[in-house]
């Protein structure tokens, strides 16, 4: 029978040890590696096949990274060698939607190259399971420590971002208990999944139903007007992440990589009633429409289910009793290529 020790995040079984990451990565010396910078990929560098760049909107899925890739020749990867990783490795946004970890998955690509705003890291198969990392790394436990090193200024990125990778903490089982913990989750993942699939059907269909009645089939007698002069819009902001006082307390807020999310019914993390007075951001209610306006997941729309705050990467437009919190998402789903392009500074919609 285990026994157990308090930690940070409740009990744990004392045969648990504490590692930091620079501790289990792997020991070639680009085990931890940041993408190559901006100019070292250009746009010209792209082929049509090839090995394939992860960018950030490559990490919006459960857990491998997908989608559709650019591509660089051979050579120009092997000049960016140190940004390549491979299969089993965990990759990470440093800046942009930061918070974003994804796995390399087996079997499509032999390598690829992570972009000026990713990180990448291999881990020691001797010590870590790189599933039981990942997950580590998607719960609220491995967010944390992730987020806490936010930068204020500009667009959100995370400050000396392997220095910072590497100084995290995890508390490590044994390798037979990391495996069949992964092996849990990743059941769960794939059902969630599936889930998530059948959600997509249903949302088209109702937007193929709003179109035909709320487009094509429009009465010159409705009236016509602008977002703002009927709804309220708000544009997020985040506390400083120095200010300890500002987090961990009991209002929600969410960064810019949960808008990828079918609904938003958990935050990234809390923040305190100080924090909430001492930022920019403002809380939204249930039912806001929450749209992505910078960075990878720039675009992307959910639908809060919870009150919550927001970082400055979103925006929130809030119904109505009179225009109900399901017409206006699908009504921005509708228009989100002309509304994305008339966001202004202060992140007033003017379409």
């Not at 409740?10 to 040890?17: A, E, R």
């Not at 090839?50 to 919006?60: A, D, E, K």
């Not at 992570?114 to 998607?138: A, D, H, R």
């Not at 992964?182 to 088209?204: G, M, V």
């Amino acid at each position: 029978m285990s026994e157990w020790k308090e930690t940070e995040y409740g009990k744990m079984p004392i045969t648990w040890s504490l590692r930091k990451v620079n501790d289990i990565k792997g020991v070639d010396r680009r085990s931890m590696a940041m993408g190559p910078f901006g100019s070292n990929i250009k746009a010209e560098n792209f082929v049509e096949k090839g090995v394939p760049v992860i960018r950030g909107t490559n990490m919006n899925y459960y857990k491998n990274v997908g989608g559709k890739f650019v591509y660089l020749t051979e050579e120009k990867a092997d000049e960016l060698i140190g940004s390549n990783c491979k299969a089993g490795d965990l990759v990470f946004t440093h800046r942009g939607t930061i918070g974003q970890v994804a796995l390399i998955p087996s079997g499509k690509f032999d390598r690829y190259v992570i972009s000026q705003s990713g990180m990448k890291l291999t881990v020691n198969p001797e010590i870590i399971n790189n599933e039981f990392l990942f997950y580590f790394f998607k719960s609220e436990y491995g967010q944390h420590p992730i987020l806490k090193n936010e930068a204020q200024v500009g667009v959100p990125s995370i400050s000396n971002p392997l220095t910072s990778l590497k100084q995290i903490e995890v508390h490590v089982p044994s390798l037979l208990e990391q495996t069949a913990i992964a092996s849990i989750l990743s059941s769960l993942d794939d059902k969630i999944d599936l889930l998530h699939r059948q959600n997509k059907t249903l949302e088209q269909l109702a937007e193929t139903l709003f179109r035909q009645w709320f487009v094509e089939e429009v009465e010159e007698s409705w009236a016509r007007s602008e977002i703002g002069k009927v709804l309220k819009t708000e544009l997020g902001g985040t506390p400083s992440t120095i200010i300890p006082e500002y987090w961990d307390g009991n209002i929600p807020w969410i960064n810019s990589g949960e808008i990828n999310k079918f609904r938003i019914i958990e935050p990234t993390r809390c923040i305190t009633q100080l924090g909430l007075e001492k930022s920019n951001t403002k809380l939204l209610p249930i039912g806001t429409t929450v749209i992505a306006i910078t960075g990878a997941t720039l675009g992307q729309i959910s639908l809060l289910e919870i009150e919550a705050c927001a970082n400055q990467s979103v925006v929130g437009i809030i119904p109505t009793n009179e225009i109900p919190s399901e017409f206006v998402f699908l009504w921005v789903k509708h228009k989100l290529v002309g509304i994305i392009a008339n966001v202004d500074i202060p992140g007033k919609l003017t379409t």
